[in-house]
């Protein structure tokens, strides 16, 4: 039995992510037939939250996400030549290529040749992943975040300039603070001042939002008045913060969960001011909505909710930061997570049902027993998988798959994709379909950078 997902496109691709993914697993594990060969791509697959399939229970954010995701991975991949032909047809191309040849004993083997490219490209990996766990500490997060804050400053408040919108020239006077406030937390982590950058951010979150309170009060009673200056280019604003947006939803992201995994209250203050972005771009978006439309004053009254919103989250915050300055230890990992972990953990989930219907696929009905081994030995933690081991983003912990075995079979049989048949379970036509439709769904495989990034936050371990 093959899972293979076949390519009628002729075009010979060069080297990319799974070629080096198989040529990495025969480094690293010596000599190893198909089958082993085809079960760490459906491992690799599998683990690969973020283009999965979006689960009927998901809500709309993780589904838009998903979405997105997968958008992503194709336009960065562009063309569909770089398409997965499947394990067998890639390591065909391999043999060919001279890099792979296959043995006596009918196990795959790398070449001298060979050899030499899977240890370049097993350090490169090795190098990408270490230079990312640099780029996963408060240090690099502060300085990283100075420089995107400063674009989105400029991009702001010049467009807000041209366009006469209020909601964005406030959306790009708070985004001059975070500049300001970003270089001082860059500086106070890298000469060991946290406690005093924490309250800096908090300070210039409550300055933010007084400033956009004031703006907003002043053009409504210029409203009122009827001396308020229309927003003139009202479609500029919506590009402009849609762009905004996508850089707060990221900086977000990346400030909580360095924030969370340091249990640095700084970095999540400022997550907190960029979450507050990306309601204050939506509302700024939806003022130039009405604006097209001749009402002007909604852009103030939004600037007005979205000061107070600021003010309440600045004395949250600063609640913590007392509590931390009496030496209140918190643990900000469990208080302040991301909204995707419930789906990095559902994930695992998913994986193993995957591997239950990939072993059931043209095999022979299998037993509890076959089962929970056959989960055990792949899913442990010290099974290798090219790429992902390298970044960390295997499972990390051992899964009691005896005594969570219900928790995982009961959707695959609900769904009628198996059968349970005299204590044997059988594959369902219906969910031979459902593999196949997931294993077609990662026609796009190489591993970039932003790849590498969405992988490492799904880590459950702390780094220092």
């Known amino acids: 039995m093959q899972v293979e997902n076949k390519s009628h496109n002729t075009t010979e691709k060069p080297l990319l992510g799974f070629d080096k993914f198989l040529m990495m697993a025969l480094l690293k594990e010596g000599p190893l037939n198909l089958w082993i060969l085809m079960e760490k791509s459906m491992l690799f697959i599998s683990l690969i939250w973020y283009l999965q399939l979006p689960e009927k229970d998901h809500n709309f954010v993780e589904r838009l996400f998903f979405t997105i995701s997968e958008l992503r991975s194709r336009i960065e991949d562009g063309k569909s030549d770089r398409s997965i032909h499947g394990t067998e047809a890639e390591l065909n191309k391999l043999v060919e290529k001279g890099l792979v040849k296959l043995n006596q004993d009918n196990k795959y083997e790398l070449t001298e040749e060979g050899h030499k490219e899977a240890v370049k490209f097993e350090e490169v990996m090795v190098k990408k992943a270490s230079h990312l766990d640099s780029e996963l500490n408060p240090s690099a997060t502060a300085k990283n975040t100075t420089f995107l804050d400063a674009f989105l400053a400029v991009l702001k408040l010049g467009s807000g300039l041209v366009s006469g919108s209020v909601g964005l020239i406030a959306d790009g006077t708070d985004a001059t603070m975070d500049t300001v406030e970003a270089v001082l937390v860059w500086l106070g982590i890298k000469y060991h001042k946290e406690n005093l950058s924490t309250f800096l951010v908090i300070f210039g979150l409550f300055i933010a939002s007084i400033t956009v309170g004031y703006d907003s009060v002043i053009h409504i009673l210029a409203s009122l008045a009827g001396n308020a200056e229309p927003i003139t280019l009202p479609y500029l604003v919506i590009v402009v913060e849609m762009i905004a947006i996508l850089a707060a939803v990221f900086l977000f992201y990346y400030q909580r969960f360095v924030g969370k995994i340091s249990n640095s209250l700084t970095l999540i203050s400022q997550s907190v001011d960029s979450k507050n972005h990306i309601y204050i771009g939506l509302s700024v978006i939806a003022g130039a909505i009405f604006a097209i439309n001749g009402i002007y004053f909604v852009d103030a009254v939004i600037g007005l909710v979205i000061a107070g919103g600021i003010f309440i989250d600045a004395l949250g915050l600063l609640r913590e930061a007392i509590s931390a300055q009496k030496g209140e230890q918190e643990n900000y990992s469990m208080k302040y997570k991301l909204p995707m972990e419930v789906c990095w953990e559902e994930n695992k989930l998913i994986a193993f049902r995957n591997w239950i219907l990939y072993i059931l696929w043209g095999e022979s009905p299998k037993g509890r027993l076959e089962i929970i081994t056959s989960l055990h030995k792949t899913f442990h933690p010290d099974n ?44 369902t036509e219906k969910g031979g379909e459902h593999l196949k439709h997931f294993i077609t769904n990662f026609q796009y495989y190489d591993v970039h950078r932003s790849d590498r990034i ?11």
Not at 384 to 411: H, M, Q, W
């Open 454 to 464: 969405l992988l490492a936050m799904a880590r459950d371990e702390h780094i220092d």
């Open 384 to 427: 290798y998988i090219p790429v992902l081991s390298e970044l960390k983003a295997t499972c990390n912990e051992a899964y009691d798959f005896k005594g969570k075995f219900e928790i995982l079979i009961r959707p695959l049989k609900d769904d009628e994709f198996i059968v349970e048949e005299v204590e044997q379970y059988h594959l």
